[in-house]
């Protein structure tokens, strides 16, 4: 068995903070999709701006642009960060022989621009 990328939106950039949510990160339905990241489905976030790395859950969010951190995380994310939200998925020997991640880029409005593999 092997872990390997299965998802990434990549450049995205967080609108919203809240410390004060039990934890997570709020993602648009549209990214979630996308990017086939389901709600609860662990996710690393990979922080551009100041290097900070968390590993959290995945929430659907409704509105088409905001990504909120949230809880704890709040404290390592700040609004107007560009961050990668990435997921991993465990596959065979086989599988990992024709695995293609999804990757999904967005512009400063958490917008999608290119999308890459599957």
């Known amino acids: 068995m092997r872990i390997l990328l299965k998802s990434k939106i990549h450049n995205a950039i967080v609108k919203d903070a809240n410390p004060e949510y039990e934890g997570s990160i709020t993602i648009p ?4 999709e996308e990017a086939d990241i389901i709600e609860g489905e662990q996710v690393h976030i990979y922080n551009i701006t100041n290097g900070n790395r ?3 859950y995945a929430i659907e969010g409704q ?7 949230n809880g704890a995380a709040a404290k390592l994310c700040f609004p107007s960060d560009r961050i990668i939200i990435v997921a991993y998925g465990i596959y065979s020997e ?3 022989k024709t695995h293609k991640p999804k990757i999904i ?3 400063n409005n958490n917008r999608i621009i290119r999308k ?3």
């Open 29 to 32: 339905k549209k990214l979630m």
């Open 54 to 56: 968390l590993i959290t």
């Open 63 to 69: 509105d088409d642009t905001t990504i909120a951190i």
């Open 105 to 107: 880029v967005v512009d």
């Open 116 to 118: 890459i593999g599957k």
């Open 94 to 96: 086989e599988e990992a």
